[in-house]
C-alpha cells in the first residue's frame, strides 16, 4: 500500500491524488483538494507547482491561483492511475515478502545450529552416564571386598588398596574431563556488582579473538574470598578471586590458550575494571587433585631451575 508524500501515512485509491509530475500520490487533504470529485490528469503536486517558471506580465497586480480539480475527466485517465497506483502496491507487497523469507531462512539456519549442538551434549551426557554407572558397579564391589571376614589375607588388603586408589584415580579422570571446555582467569580485581560475562569478553577481546554472545557458556568467580596480610595503614585487602569460565566449544578453548601464551605480559589496562594495571593468567581450569600435583610440579620446577611449567589437558 502507497504512502502519502505529504503526512507519510498510508493511504487507499479514492482519497488519493497523483501528481503528473513526479509521480508521487498525496491524500486530497494534504493538498488542500476536495474530497470530492475527480483530480485533472494535469494536477502538480505543491512541491512541483512551486518550481515551475512563472510568465506573468510585469502589469499582472495579483498572480491567482491554479484551478486543480475539473468537473468532467475520462475514464482512461481514471483507469490509468488507478493501475499505477495497484502497481506500486504490489512492488511493496512484493519487497516484504523477500524480507520475510529472508529472515526465516536465517532463523532455519539458527535452528538447525542449535540442533547439532543439542545431539552433541545428548552424546556427552550418555558418555558420562556410562561412566558412572561403571563406578558405581566398581563401588559395590568395593564395599563387598570391605565387609569380608577379619581373617582375610594381607594379599586381599593390598589388592583392596590398589582399587581404591584405581577408583580415585578414575574419579579425578572424570571431573578433570567435564572440565575440558573451562578456563581460568587469575588476577583480576573484584568489584561489587560486577559482570564476570563482560570481563571475560574484554579479556579474550585484549588476547586478540572476538567471541560471540553464543561462545560463553557461563562465567563466575569461585572459591572462598582470600585474605592477604594486613598493610602498614592497617587495611586487609582482599586477593581476588579466579573466574571460572565454561565456554562452548573446546577448540575456541585451545585458541584462548594458545594466544594468552603468546601475549605473556597482558594486563588489566582497558578492560574497564578498577584499580591499578595488573599482569592477568589465563590458564586451564583443574580439579583439586590436579591443582595441588601441578602446585609441587612448580615447585620443584623453581627447585630445579626448570624453565617452563605448563599443563595440557589437565596433566603437567
Not at 575440558?180 to 556488582?193: C, F, M, Q, T, V
Request: proline residues 5%; positive net charge; hydrophobic residues 35%.
Amino acid at each position: 500500500m502507497a504512502k502519502c508524500g505529504g503526512c507519510g501515512r498510508f493511504l487507499n485509491a479514492s482519497e488519493s491524488a497523483k501528481c503528473n509530475n513526479c509521480n508521487i500520490v498525496y491524500h486530497r487533504s494534504c493538498v488542500a483538494l476536495p474530497t470530492s470529485g475527480v483530480v485533472a490528469p494535469s494536477w502538480r503536486c505543491p512541491e512541483c507547482n512551486k518550481n515551475v517558471i512563472r510568465n506573468n506580465k510585469p502589469d499582472t497586480p495579483v498572480r491567482g491561483p491554479a484551478h486543480f480539480v475539473s468537473q468532467v475527466v475520462p475514464t482512461e485517465s481514471i483507469a490509468m492511475d488507478t493501475s499505477i497506483l495497484d502497481d506500486s502496491v504490489g512492488k511493496s507487497k512484493q519487497d516484504l515478502n523477500r524480507a520475510i523469507l529472508a529472515e526465516l531462512r536465517a532463523i532455519r539456519i539458527e535452528f538447525q545450529e542449535f540442533r547439532t549442538e543439542l545431539i552433541d551434549l545428548r552424546a556427552t551426557i550418555k558418555a558420562c552416564n556410562e561412566r558412572m554407572n561403571a563406578m558405581d558397579v566398581k563401588l559395590l564391589e568395593l564395599e563387598k571386598r570391605i565387609n569380608v571376614p577379619p581373617s582375610s589375607s594381607s594379599s586381599d588388603m593390598l589388592h583392596l588398596n590398589d582399587v581404591i586408589a584405581q577408583l580415585r584415580q578414575d574419579l579425578n579422570d572424570r571431573d578433570q574431563e567435564s572440565l575440558i571446555n573451562d578456563l581460568e582467569i587469575i588476577n583480576i580485581p573484584e568489584d561489587k556488582g560486577e559482570n564476570p560475562i563482560h570481563i571475560v569478553t574484554q579479556v579474550v577481546t585484549k588476547l586478540g579473538i572476538n567471541l560471540a554472545p553464543c561462545d560463553i557458556v557461563s562465567a563466575e568467580r569461585v572459591g572462598a574470598r582470600r585474605i592477604i596480610a594486613a598493610n602498614p595503614e592497617g587495611a586487609v585487602p582482599t586477593r581476588p578471586r579466579p573466574i571460572a569460565v565454561r565456554l562452548a566449544r573446546r577448540d575456541l578453548r585451545d585458541e584462548v590458550l594458545r594466544n594468552a601464551r603468546v601475549r605473556r605480559g597482558a594486563n588489566t589496562a582497558d578492560i574497564g575494571v578498577s584499580g591499578t594495571s595488573r599482569p592477568f593468567y589465563v590458564n586451564e581450569r583443574l580439579t583439586k587433585y590436579n591443582r595441588a600435583l601441578f602446585q609441587k610440579a612448580r615447585e620443584m620446577g623453581r627447585r630445579f631451575g626448570w624453565r617452563f611449567v605448563w599443563t595440557r589437558r589437565g596433566r603437567s
